[in-house]
């Protein structure tokens, strides 16, 4: 889980329930094994709650590049609004995306949901998806290919 005074957001995995082979709770990173070029991937749903004794009115869920492992800016890395708790007025609309920066951080504000555990709080996903190609090299493929097919 990461603890941010008291906030915390991660991705419940339960032991033999998928093919999660770690114990089971919430966990605020991945570190398994990267990408390949062409795979895509999806860790839903994150949650994210505050413990009871957070005060403030709004709480917020920050994605940030790592320096040792720099996103590909080929890739587009969206972030995705999945669940929001009953009673909380001021909320992201469910289904609101945000494009990830590749070079800079992004932070979320929700108004606060206080638990003793994620169970019911807010739910997001975040997606990497596979390498995107650069739109001149699609333009030069499809005209490639019209230029073929009119001979």
Known sequence: MGNNNAGYAGVYHERG????????GYYFSD???????????IWSPIHLWATPNYSADEMYITFEPA????????????????????????APVVGTRWL?????TLSIAVPTYTANDGAGG????FTISAVVPEPTATIGLLLGLFL???R
């Open 17 to 24: 329930a998928t093919d999660w082979e770690g114990s089971t």
């Open 148 to 150: 073929r097919r009119r």
């Open 67 to 90: 320096s040792w492992a720099p996103p590909n800016p080929t890739r587009e890395y969206v972030v995705e609004l999945e669940y929001v708790p009953d009673g909380m007025n001021g």
């Open 122 to 125: 807010y739910r997001f996903s």
């Open 100 to 104: 990830l920066p590749t070079e800079d």
């Open 31 to 41: 570190f398994r094994a990267s990408l390949a070029e062409d795979e895509s991937k």
